[in-house]
């Protein structure tokens, strides 16, 4: 059962598809205080876990940490953060009483859950405008089944984005594609899709590409899909503000850009230099930049990547002035070592300021309204503006669209991936826990940067890391920048990647199938064991290991220099290792177990009674034979 209660007037953040009726502030079951801010508290038992939080550091259970929904540009994923890229307002808690909680607020929120006092969960939500979602059920999964219910059905990207995908920050010019696509083949590794970051514009101007680079786009976008490659451009928030470039001119004329206090455009700094902002939160402007997309899908582009959308601000104008102004008043005295910390401060607060964020204007129906109080939806609006765009025109399942800023609602059309993260073994794990609490609040088309975005990563690394993307929906291997190149065939003999790879490719037919079903069913793909096993309570502290649909347990390896792993098994299982075309079987009883795995091999658990379909292996998605399937068992 979901209840709505209404605290002031809060802008519509388009999270919850469902109507209700309003139930009184005085009859919600936690103890809520309003002021200027609002607070909710409740106590905690000593058994009481809590999952949700979607894409955020730390736990699958979210006890004992302080987080925020802020979304942030924030490539460090280490413990001491608090938030990360999205927003995701939703937590369950899992004990003798059992509730969700929605806060559907579109600015800062503060959730303290058993930090301050370990028995006490207290939520701040910065403002007095929000809606509160209080559901009840028999378990959590139910809860979290009547929660998806509300917001409505999840986004199903087409089959090829089921296929292993490869992305770098620096291919530029056509021949950088082609290498990677015919490296692939050549090595007898599976490859569905290429993805085209910031170099492949002009200048870094959205919707643009750099004709030295590319010639005859249209031709070389045709040549890659006749070899069954999909290319996926980026498209970043901030528009380039240059006469005489289309979009920029387009907006700026019509008025679809943030504003000032003084109704002047806001400018700030991104990788093209001084950018607009497009006010995603105008209805006109919203639909506007959707239909921009068009260009590149007319020449045969069906998947986009939405980035630094939170939004990413490297500086403003203003901001730059005051760090010089901080920086001149230290030259002019003699260094010392607050002077040296300060001006440390001066130089790095200056990239996704709060003060940025308070000095720019949405034109909502109207009204203008500061950005630091919708921040949460501003990269989320971003992305729907394509995905509404591209299910108008094109119809649904037609395009690939995923985010890295993001709120509950985008789900609808699009997902998202988890960022910067780095070539850590400890970030496999991360990407893992991640899993379960984003498919709670609907994003079930998701996945992290395999092999990690920053830093170097190793063979042994991204081998295990591979064989835990070989589940997720979205994946994709992608780097910075100046990191170890980390494509499947840079690590001298390819055979145990060409293993790996193809265990993806024979189990697309069963990963598609269950995350439809999810979306239909608004389940979750990836779920935790506590919510499969709430009275084992082994089971229910575990955090290296998943359910994954109805059918099996995941557990990768995620350290290094390990030739196994221990496992938990909370019931009888086959303990099945997956390489290439060969499979490895062993009855298991319920209990720890210690289990080998080798490099190229992909470990998978299937409960008692159940079985999963296996392809054979194919170079694509569109090789795959989806007909001829047989029973892994
Ligand atoms: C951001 C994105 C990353 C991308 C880079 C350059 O850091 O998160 O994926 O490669 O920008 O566009």
Not at 594 to 618: C, D, H, Q, S, T
Request: charged share 30%; net charge negative.
């Amino acid at each position: 059962m979901v209840k709505k209660y209404r605290i002031g007037t809060p802008v519509n953040t388009e999270a919850v598809t469902e109507s209700f009726d309003i139930e009184k502030t005085d009859s919600f079951p936690l103890s809520l205080e309003i002021n200027e801010n609002v607070i909710l508290s409740f106590p905690l038992e000593n058994d009481d876990m809590i999952f949700g939080l979607g894409e955020n550091v730390r736990g699958i259970n979210k006890r004992g940490w302080t987080y925020e929904s802020w979304c942030s540009d924030e490539t460090n994923h280490t413990e001491d953060k608090r938030a990360l890229y999205g927003a995701h307002n939703f937590i369950v808690l899992s004990g003798k009483d059992k509730f969700g909680l929605f806060v559907d607020y579109p600015s800062k929120i503060e959730w303290d859950l058993g930090n301050t006092s370990p028995e006490m969960a207290a939520i701040k939500i910065f403002g007095k405008d929000l809606d509160l979602y209080f559901i009840d059920g028999e378990s959590e999964l139910d809860i979290v089944k009547q929660f998806r219910k509300i917001i409505g059905k999840s986004y199903i990207p087409p089959f090829w984005a089921f296929g292993y995908q490869q992305s770098c920050w620096g291919y530029a010019k056509q021949e950088d594609f082609v290498k990677v696509r015919e490296n692939h083949k050549k090595n007898n590794l599976p490859l569905d899709c290429i993805y085209m970051d910031i170099d492949y514009m002009d200048s870094f101007k959205d919707f643009t590409v750099n004709k030295k680079l590319f010639p005859d786009f249209e031709a070389f976008v045709r040549e890659m899909k006749e070899n069954n490659i999909h290319l996926i451009p980026i498209i970043d928030a901030g528009v380039k503000k240059e006469k005489g470039y289309s979009v920029h001119d387009e907006g700026h004329e019509n008025g679809y850009f943030c504003i000032d206090k003084d109704g002047r455009e806001f400018e700030c700094g991104v990788w093209p230099g001084i950018v607009g902002l497009p006010d995603f939160l105008n209805k006109d402007a919203r639909r506007w930049f959707g239909s921009k997309y068009k260009e590149l899908l007319d020449i045969g582009v069906d998947g986009f990547w939405n980035d630094m959308n939170e939004p990413a601000l490297f500086y403003s104008k203003k901001g730059l002035e005051k760090a010089f102004k901080k920086l001149d008043d230290i030259r002019s005295r003699e260094m010392d070592i607050w002077s040296f910390f300060g001006s440390k401060d001066a130089v790095l607060g200056i990239q996704n300021s709060m003060d940025d964020y308070k000095s720019f204007y949405h034109n909502i129906d109207g009204k203008k309204v500061c950005h630091k109080d919708v921040h949460n939806i501003y990269g989320a609006f971003m992305t729907k503006a394509a995905g509404e765009y591209f299910e108008e025109e094109y119809g649904r399942e037609k395009k690939l669209i995923f985010s890295r800023a993001s709120y509950i609602g985008a789900h609808r059309t699009s997902g998202i991936w988890f960022g910067d993260n780095f070539s850590w073994w400890s970030h496999i794990l991360l990407n893992l826990k991640m899993l379960p609490s984003v498919n709670m609040c609907g994003f079930l088309y998701c996945g992290a940067d395999i092999g990690g975005f920053n830093s170097h990563a190793t063979r042994d690394l991204l081998l295990r890391w591979l064989a835990l993307g070989v589940f997720t929906p979205l994946m994709r291997n992608h780097r910075a920048l100046g990191t170890r190149a980390q494509e499947a065939y840079q690590f001298g003999d390819t055979r145990d990647f060409s293993d790996v790879l193809s265990v993806r490719y024979r189990l697309i037919p069963y990963i598609y199938e269950t995350f439809r079903r999810c979306s239909d069913e608004n389940d979750m793909m990836f779920k935790p064991l506590a919510f499969e096993y709430p009275d084992d309570k082994i089971a229910r502290e575990v955090e290296d290991q998943l359910m994954l649909g109805n059918e099996c347990m995941i557990a990768p390896v995620y350290e290094q220099n390990k030739s196994g792993r221990n496992v938990y098994l909370p019931e009888d299982m086959t303990f099945v290792k997956l390489s290439g075309e060969n499979v490895y079987k062993e009855e298991m009883k319920k209990g720890l177990h210690y289990v080998e795995i080798a490099l190229n091999e992909v470990p998978l658990f299937i409960k008692r009674g159940k079985n999963i379909p296996l392809a054979k292996p194919a170079l694509n998605t569109a090789e795959l034979d989806v007909e001829k399937l047989e029973n892994l068992l």
